[in-house]
């Protein structure tokens, strides 16, 4: 496959936990992002991760909260999300990009999955 398929999405508390999956392509050589949305405002990237699994970037509203991970042999890329606060509520999307190494621009991704929502209860 070449577009990225998501899930794990779903509802929970406050201060609780979701691991976000993404069923990425077979070129391992790409590097992968996570995108979230919310209706009405720009999409803001959360998190990227290289071909390798070594170079890894947040964005400082969830760094210290969030991990991303892959699993070559698995064509899989994680996103662990911690400590989830009510401002995390989004459409989360995984993209991938023709980069070995981390890219956070929109324009840099050539693949978008459908999305996965994610809903943070108060």
């Known amino acids: 496959q070449v577009q990225p398929v998501e899930s794990g999405g779903g509802l929970v508390q406050a201060g609780g936990s979701l691991r976000l999956s993404c069923a990425a392509s077979r070129r391992t050589f790409s590097s992968y992002g996570w995108f979230r949305q919310t209706p009405g405002k720009e999409r803001e990237f959360v998190a990227g991760?290289?071909?390798?699994?070594?170079?890894?970037y947040y964005a400082d509203s969830v760094k210290g909260r969030f991990t991303i991970s892959r699993d070559n042999a698995k064509n899989t890329v994680y996103l662990q999300m911690n400590s989830l606060k009510p401002e995390d509520t989004a459409v989360y999307y995984c993209?991938?990009?023709?980069?070995?190494?981390?890219?956070?621009?929109?324009?840099?991704?050539?693949?978008w999955g459908q999305g996965t929502q994610v809903t943070v209860s108060s």
């Open positions: 991760i290289g071909w390798s699994g070594g170079d890894t």
């Open positions: 993209a991938a990009a023709f980069s070995i190494t981390v890219v956070t621009g929109i324009g840099s991704y050539q693949y």
